[in-house]
């Protein structure tokens, strides 16, 4: 298999490189869309940032953030001073990058800085604990980190043996200030196309995280296929919405898409749903993008909010319901528009807007992609009959240094562990998920973390955790909980184990229903039965 648009490597540091699959197990590859035919030596942040500058809109507004606004000029200078900051402190084309904050304009000048240099970003969710950023670090050996200042907490517990630079603060150690005084060269690494730009991670349902690599063209190609032909966003778009930026629905989003055509994100570093409403009426937001958890929740106050700016409500991260689909419509007058992406293929592949929209279908193959429904011998079925999604196109899984590859990909595809059908007209439609992910509220959430946080407690015997259906999170975490010898079960001490998964994972993954048991249901070798549970 070879890569027809692989240019000459930046990376001085070969990580990456040195821990792709085994070339049989990556998944097929192609660029056939005229707009997919990227040059070989290609930077992301330089088409994104430079790039827009240079066709004369500097001065258009790029960031509206908590701390603070950027025209696309503001934003290039600063990052163009971060960058030569990174390379005072050592920082090699192809070192891992780690960002960690909330959603604000210095996480993407950190972020677009990281990529300038050729290093590999690596960007967390802020919620996460000591114990989870260790997992992460084991996995993406970082040489730096930056840190906002006031999610330190957690970071300085970790095992990272690296240099950590803050920012958002006044110190005389802070990233703003170090910039402001950096000597090295701010010139962008001539990056080939190819060279991993960041790893993301996603939860196995193992627990254990996995970190999936993709490549400068790839950030390109979500903003050329999904957004291109979906969102269909023009500069004068005011971007928003909730997914972290960890998140590739939030980064693409929030991120890639603006600034592909040179519009405006506005950034949210609280995203729940009454904060949304109002930086849709404050901000006159147009494109928005957040979970149907989110849209539900709206939906009692959107009668007293100024919504009428929007054009575009993009959904992902859960199964969207047609009730949820219908009952935005009716009070917006706005087609919710669906969509399934994956970590591993970076953004979303199956999508439809406008005209081709249909309620309770996730939609058409997004053009750039194709998709077919396969049995378990990867056979395609018939139209109208469940089985495995599979995908490819210009983006793929390629974990690092990850064994279950094989499980993700396999004869070329990419199976992404959703259960679809597909009718005669192409139109997919969602049925379950093929694993024991636990997907809440845009969050996938992985059983065995829960359970191993809860075991920590000594009141804690045995425990499985469980996603059950829920009307406004699509699911919730469950546990079914045996009590240690000599230990009551009662109300205060189900809130005590919740608060202890709280205290040490992040909180979205607490259990919101506790339920205590004499015993969990078993084979006759021992072996825990969750289909019962989840019945």
């Given amino acids: 298999m070879t890569d027809r648009f692989a240019g000459v490597s930046a990376h001085a540091d070969t990580f990456t490189a040195d821990r792709l699959p085994p070339r049989e197990q990556w998944p097929e590859f192609f660029w056939e869309l005229p707009q997919l035919q990227y040059p070989s030596q290609l930077n992301a942040s330089v088409e994104l940032l430079d790039q827009t500058v240079s066709a ?50 210095r996480l993407v000048v950190c972020w677009l800085a990281a990529l300038r240099v050729g290093g590999v970003v690596v960007t967390t969710i802020p919620m996460l604990r000591t114990s989870e950023l260790d997992a992460l670090l084991e996995i993406a050996q970082p040489s730096v980190a930056l840190v906002d200042h006031r999610f330190c907490e957690d970071w300085s517990a970790t095992s990272f043996a690296g240099l950590t630079i803050t920012y958002g603060d006044a110190s005389p150690e802070s990233m703003e200030v170090r910039a402001r005084a950096a000597t090295s060269s701010a010139e962008p690494t001539e990056t080939a196309a190819s060279d991993t730009a960041l790893l993301a991670f996603t939860s196995g349902t193992t627990g254990r995280p996995k970190a999936t690599m993709h490549a400068h063209r790839d950030i390109l190609a979500i903003a050329d296929t999904f ?182 990909v396999q004869e070329g595809w990419n199976l992404t562990g959703d259960v679809y ?34 075991l920590t407690h000594h009141a804690v015997a045995e425990v499985a955790v469980v996603g059950t259906p829920d009307e406004d999170r699509g699911m919730v975490v469950t546990a079914y909980v045996v009590p240690a010898a000599e230990i009551s079960p009662t109300d205060d001490l189900r809130r005590e184990l919740q608060d202890h998964v709280k205290a040490n994972i992040a909180p979205y993954k607490y259990p919101r229903i506790l339920e205590f048991v004499e015993a969990l249901p078993k084979t006759a070798t021992g072996k825990l039965q969750r289909f019962r549970l989840r019945n």
């Fill in 56 to 105: 004369g809109r500097g001065d258009h507004t790029a960031v509206v953030a908590d701390d603070g606004t950027w025209t696309y000029q503001e934003l290039l200078d600063d990052v163009q001073a971060v960058a030569a900051l990174l390379r005072d402190v050592g920082v090699e084309p192809g070192n891992r990058v780690l960002l960690r904050g909330p959603n604000n304009g």
């Fill in 227 to 408: 957004s291109a032909h979906v969102v269909k966003p023009d500069p004068d778009d005011v971007f928003s919405g909730s997914p972290p930026l960890a998140f590739t629905f939030g980064l693409g989003g929030l991120v890639v898409f603006p600034m592909r055509v040179g519009a405006t994100t506005v950034l949210l570093e609280a995203g729940a749903p009454p904060k949304v409403l109002d930086a849709i009426e404050k901000h006159r937001i147009t494109c928005l993008f957040t979970a149907p958890t989110a849209y539900r929740a709206m939906l009692p106050a959107i009668a007293d909010a100024d919504v009428s700016s929007l054009r575009r409500c993009i959904s992902a991260g859960e199964t969207l319901p047609a009730a949820t689909w219908q009952s935005w419509f009716d009070a917006t007058g706005i087609a919710l528009i669906d969509g399934i992406g994956a970590t591993e293929m970076l953004h979303i592949f199956i999508s439809a807007s406008d005209g081709d929209i249909r309620p309770g279908y996730t939609g058409k193959v997004v053009p750039g992609y194709r998709a077919q429904i396969v049995d378990e011998d990867m056979q395609p079925v018939e139209p109208g009959t469940p089985g495995r999604l599979a995908v490819q196109g210009p983006t793929g899984c390629r974990y690092l240094n990850d064994e279950r590859q094989a499980n993700y």
């Fill in 421 to 454: 059908v597909m009718d005669e007209d192409g139109y997919f439609q969602y049925v379950a998920r093929a694993d024991d992910m636990i997907v809440s509220s845009g969050y996938n959430i992985a059983a065995p973390e829960v359970e191993n946080a809860l």
